[in-house]
């Protein structure tokens, strides 16, 4: 950072430890100066076609662009005795009071850069910028202070959801330049970061690519298999097209069995002990033991035997939201352990004699199958899948079990190298995620310069 950009000629001491040395001209003084006050949102109620406005959200927050998101806005009926002190107007900044998590700390601002007209939920406060400070200029100082964690000692969590005292965290100290200076370094982050945002969005898509083909890969070869000369007939099932010749083309049910998982009483929880796999667990096809982590006793797992996962045991998420692809995923586990299934996760098992674990798992996965599990009917939002509907599915089968290790390491050979590239390409995103929060924090506290900067464009 310091190589590309130069420093100030003169600085002097904050006094602030995590500010360091601050440019000699910057004012030092607390985050409230800086904001005409904050004013707390309103839920309202249903809509009623006469009261509507948009209320804006936690969820509305673009964390990356630190602006609002459009994508899906919500309307609510508020009275107009109460929306006329909380009426947004563009430049405010809008912070979150409630909410937060584990990874995320409540207290990210973001800027309302729109022109509609809209307030805030009950979750969220606006702030509005006083004269001599720009909104840009800030919602970047706040994201630096964000991403320190300045906002920390500020946060009271007596139950599950964390909340900000405002009043608190704008107590803490800032350095700010002039004005003039504030939209410079407002306007350089503006360009700079729009830079590194588009080269993570290619990255992203990158990503999305590898996807698609190993998606594409695994359902090509466990429908078509490795031969391109070898003869096909019409499976007669739409998702599966034509198949190998000496394939079977047969309900999963003749391949695998299923085991249900057992529903426990919250009464069973202990803070340590067994860990319970449950639907957030087997999470898009990969087993996730971080999320939510859930534990009983060692004496349950002694009394519930028919319901352990072991080391290579093949589970699937049976419940989910009825047009989401969030339920139906298959992971492999893969890790020594002792475990317990929890309801809405099934075990399945392959028949030994006819089919190898590793393919079973490439068949749970392609796209032919998962296509044909989300046709199932619903009656509800809800998807839930039975047993059957799980084994009642029409899969193309190698008979030989020769053939279908061949496939299986096929596959696997194919995925680790994809699976290699989207490493790389997270880790490209993370590195750049990492620049531009560097650069900001360079930028709004003083240790480049840029005054001097120019546009060359993006």
Not at 28 to 41: A, E, M, P, Q, W
Not at 211 to 228: D, F, M, Y
Not at 347 to 357: A, E, N
Not at 374 to 388: D, V
Request: aromatic content about 10%.
């Amino acid at each position: 950072m310091a190589g590309r950009y130069k420093a100030y000629p003169e600085y002097k001491e904050s006094g602030i430890e995590w500010l360091g040395k601050v440019p000699q001209g910057w004012s030092i003084h607390s985050l409230k100066r800086s904001v005409d006050g904050v004013t707390n949102g309103i839920w309202g109620n249903e809509p009623d076609n006469e009261s509507d406005l948009i209320v804006l959200r936690v969820a509305d927050f673009n964390r990356d662009q630190l602006n609002i998101s459009d994508d899906k806005l919500t309307f609510r009926s508020i009275d107009p005795k109460d929306r006329a002190s909380r009426l947004l107007k563009k430049g405010d900044l809008l912070i979150e009071k409630s909410g937060g998590g584990d990874k995320t700390l409540v207290g990210c601002v973001v800027l309302f850069d729109k022109d509609y007209p809209a307030v805030t939920s009950n979750f969220v406060a606006k702030m509005t910028p006083q004269e001599g400070f720009d909104s840009s200029f800030l919602r970047y100082a706040f994201s630096q202070l964000y991403a320190g964690k300045v906002n920390f000692p500020s946060i009271k969590q007596t139950t599950g959801i964390q909340n900000l005292d405002s009043d608190a965290y704008l107590l803490e100290s800032f350095v700010f330049p002039s004005f003039t200076e504030q939209q410079k370094i407002a306007n350089f982050l503006d360009h700079e970061t729009a830079k590194i945002d588009t080269l993570i969005a290619k990255q992203e898509k990158l990503i999305e690519l590898l996807k698609e083909k190993r998606q594409a890969v695994i359902s090509h070869a466990v429908t078509k298999g490795l031969n391109p000369n070898a003869p096909m007939r019409d499976s007669g099932v739409e998702w599966l097209g034509e198949v190998p010749e000496h394939w079977d083309v047969i309900n999963l049910k003749y391949y695998a069995s299923i085991q249900g998982g057992y529903a426990f009483n919250s009464n069973d929880f202990v803070d340590n002990g067994i860990q319970i796999l449950r639907i957030g667990n087997v999470y898009q096809s990969r087993l996730a033991l971080d999320r939510q982590p859930t534990f009983v006793s060692d004496t349950l797992f002694e009394q519930l035997s028919e319901f352990r996962v072991m080391r290579n045991d093949i589970l699937m998420s049976l419940t989910g939201t009825l047009g989401k692809r969030d339920y139906g995923f298959a992971v492999k586990v893969d890790v020594d352990g002792n475990f317990l299934m929890n309801q809405r996760v099934a075990k399945l098992t392959p028949l030994k004699q006819k089919i190898t674990r590793s393919y079973l798992l490439n068949i749970l996965w392609s796209e032919p199958y998962l296509n044909q599990l989300y046709a199932l009917p619903s009656g509800t939002k809800q998807a839930n899948l039975s047993n059957s509907d799980v084994l009642g599915i029409a899969v193309a089968i190698p008979t030989s079990k020769e053939e279908q290790t061949q496939i299986a390491e096929y596959i696997k050979e194919k995925i680790l190298k994809l699976d290699a590239l989207t490493s790389k390409a997270e880790d490209t995103i993370l590195l750049m995620k990492e620049r531009k929060i560097a650069l900001i924090s360079a930028a709004v506290t003083g240790k480049i310069d840029v005054r001097d900067w120019e546009s060359q464009g993006i």
